[in-house]
Structures are given as C-alpha cells and as structure tokens.
C-alpha cells in the first residue's frame, strides 16, 4: 500500500528497522529492489550479513539504514562490533549495479528451481 501511495522509501525501511517491524522490514526491501519476499526472507534469518548486503546496495541504501536493518533482524541476539564493521566494508566495496546484477542472478535461480519442481 505504502509502495502505491509513494511513501514507501529508506526512511520508511529505516523507520521499520528501528522499530522492529520485521515483517515490513523484509516486504519494504523486497519493494524497494524489486525482488520477490520469498528471496529476501532467507537473506535476513542468515547468520551471515553478506548475502543481505546485495539487495540493500542494489535498492541504493544508505550505510545508517543497512545497519539498522542488520541491528534488528534478529530478535534474540545483535550483531557485534567486529561483524557490524566487516560488513561495512564490504558493503561499501560492492557497487549498486554489480548488486543489481547478482540479484537479477539469484531471481533466476530462484525461478529455475520453481519450475524444475
């Protein structure tokens, strides 16, 4: 509904971050680099953060709000200092359009491994 009226961008995921919001967290970064859920839910229960970094960089995310997101992803426990820098690196090496292929990538995947099921 946000994503119709024009309101849904950064400051609304970052908003969702800070709040805990998970379930809009994921379906606010799946509108916003226009992929499905279903391939961006994974990415956020990961352990790892460098898969989710891809989908953040390719919506043109801002490093606050990806850290938002990484901070509260998961109800139980946080990210820790190191992990949150590391990540930060990584995050700032890769580039929107080299993210944005590797999305166009896994989406791919994802639909081949549909229909061969």
């Known amino acids: ?11 609304a995921l970052l908003e969702f971050a800070t709040t805990r919001r998970y379930e809009h967290m994921v379906a606010a970064l799946s509108a916003l680099c226009s992929v ?19 989908p953040c960089k390719a919506a043109g995310l801002k490093w606050p709000t990806v850290s938002a997101i990484l901070h509260s992803r998961f109800a139980h426990h946080t990210i820790s200092d190191a992990d949150l820098a590391r990540a930060m690196g990584e995050f700032l090496k890769l580039s929107q359009a080299g993210a944005q292929r590797i999305l166009r990538f896994w989406q791919v995947r994802v639909a081949t491994t549909k229909e061969a099921s």
């Open 1 to 11: 509904m946000m994503q119709k009226q024009g309101t849904l961008n950064e400051a």
């Open 36 to 54: 499905s859920v279903e391939l961006i839910a994974p990415l956020m229960r990961s352990e790892r953060n460098d898969g989710l970094l891809v």
